[in-house]
Every structure is written in C-alpha cells, then in structure tokens.
C-alpha cells in the first residue's frame, strides 16, 4: 500500500558517513577499538513509515528535549528493482530524485544509530516534489542549504560525498535489493544544524525546490 508524502510505496533508508566532513569527524574514533577502521561499506539505517511528513507539516519536538537535529540530504527515488547494480549503469534504476530532512535527537553513536533517536514520528520531511531524474544534470553537483528561522545554517554539496550516488547505488545493491518506491537518502555533512521548538526548519537543494517545516511542542 502506497502512502503519503507522493505516493512513496517503500522503504526509506539512511545513509551514515558518506558526506567527507562527517567520515572526517569520527576518523579519530572510528580507528580506536572496537572497529579500529572506518567502514568499508555503506553504514545504513532506516526511516519507518511513521517518520515520514509532508512540506510545510508540523514536526513535534519531544518532551524533554532541547533541541533537534536537522540534517539536509538529496534523496534517491527508485524506479525500479535494483540488485547488483553496476556504477555504470546504476543511475538508469533511478525514476527521481527528493528533498529529505533527516531529524534525529542529538547522539553519539554512528554505527549503531538508535531507534528511539532518529525514529520519532515526523523525523523524515520529504518533499516538495519529487524531480524526475532527466531532469536533473549531474546528482554530484548539487548545492545543500539548511535554514532554521531564515537564517542559513549550513552549505554543503553533494560532489562532497564519499560515494558518489551511483557508486552508493552499486554499494548497497551489492548486498541487498532495492525497490521501486524505495528512497535512499545519500548522506548529510558534518556538523548537522540544530533547531528548537517554535523555530522553523528549511532545507534547499539545487533544482529540487525548499522543503520547510515548523518543529512544534509536545502537548
């Protein structure tokens, strides 16, 4: 069964430490034990159905908590059935591409990311639209904004990723399917804006629109 925002009939999944700025921030930590490296293949995690939120919906902050924090990443819409996709090609089993606003409360872990954290309902905004992909030129080169009350927080972009999109696309189809429906957010940079209740959050993607929403109390 299909469900809001657009339609989306699949899964949303994460992706950590593929911005360099955020795989540079835990380097240090990353090689002491027990990994003692950085990971050699896609840290993922997933946004359930109850995370998902429209543009201009009203996220509520949970009690007890300070504030939020409000990461800005290009999406990845699948078109089709995706496994063992080669980089080559792997854009070809891409239908669009989306803005996601991925909201988590603040924490420090990165391989093990917390479900009660990054799971609340309304902690994946995705919107405005989603672009088909013809019509987006090159999906490594595009400029990231993040606002909180119209003040700019954050610029990154995507020609920062360690994977490039179809390279993450090849990675992770390496070792799972993805669906149609499905929507692979590529990563966020490091440090991730923070943001209050009452305050309003905004994240721009080049040629892929302004996907805004107000962070509300909890009753």
Same mark, same amino acid.
């Given at each position: 069964? @299909? *469900?809001?925002?657009?339609?989306?009939?699949?899964?949303?999944?994460?992706?950590?430490?593929?911005?360099? @700025? !955020?795989?540079?921030?835990?380097?240090?930590?990353?090689?002491?034990? $027990?990994?003692?490296?950085?990971?050699?293949?896609?840290?993922?995690?997933?946004?359930?159905? %109850?995370?998902?939120?429209?543009?201009?919906?009203?996220?509520?902050?949970?009690?007890? +908590?300070?504030?939020?924090?409000?990461?800005?990443?290009?999406? *990845?819409?699948?078109?089709?059935?995706?496994?063992?996709?080669?980089?080559? &090609?792997?854009?070809?089993?891409?239908?669009?591409?989306?803005?996601?606003?991925?909201? @988590?409360?603040?924490?420090?872990?990165?391989?093990r990311p917390s479900v009660?954290?990054?799971?609340?309902?309304g902690f994946c905004p995705i919107g405005p639209r989603? &672009?088909?992909?013809?019509?987006?030129?090159? $999906?490594?080169?595009?400029?990231?904004?993040?606002?909180?009350?119209?003040?700019?927080?954050?610029?990154? %972009?995507?020609?920062?990723? +360690?994977?490039?999109?179809?390279?993450?696309?090849?990675?992770?189809? =390496?070792?799972?399917?993805?669906?149609?429906? =499905?929507?692979?957010?590529?990563? &966020?940079?490091?440090?991730?804006?923070?943001?209050?209740?009452?305050?309003?959050?905004?994240?721009?993607?080049?040629?892929?629109?302004?996907?805004? %929403?107000?962070?509300?109390? !909890?009753?």
């Open positions: 069964m @299909s *469900v809001p925002p657009y339609r989306l009939s699949g899964v949303v999944y994460g992706t950590l430490l593929n911005h360099r @700025s !955020a795989l540079a921030a835990v380097q240090e930590v990353a090689n002491q034990p $027990p990994y003692k490296a950085l990971p050699r293949a896609p840290v993922l995690y997933i946004k359930p159905r %109850n995370t998902l939120a429209s543009h201009a919906d009203v996220v509520t902050v949970p009690e007890r +908590v300070e504030e939020l924090e409000v990461g800005g990443c290009l999406g *990845v819409v699948l078109g089709q059935a995706a496994c063992r996709l080669s980089a080559d &090609t792997a854009l070809h089993a891409v239908a669009g591409y989306v803005i996601v606003t991925d909201i @988590s409360i603040p924490h420090a872990s990165f391989y009660p954290l990054k799971c609340r309902d989603v &672009t088909e992909r013809t019509a987006v030129g090159d $999906p490594d080169a595009l400029g990231i904004r993040v606002w909180v009350d119209g003040e700019l927080k954050q610029s990154a %972009n995507t020609r920062d990723l +360690v994977r490039p999109v179809a390279q993450l696309l090849a990675d992770v189809t =390496d070792f799972m399917t993805l669906s149609a429906g =499905d929507v692979l957010a590529v990563g &966020t940079a490091w440090p991730v804006p923070r943001a209050r209740a009452g305050q309003t959050v905004a994240v721009e993607v080049d040629g892929l629109g302004r996907l805004e %929403n107000r962070l509300g109390g !909890a009753s």
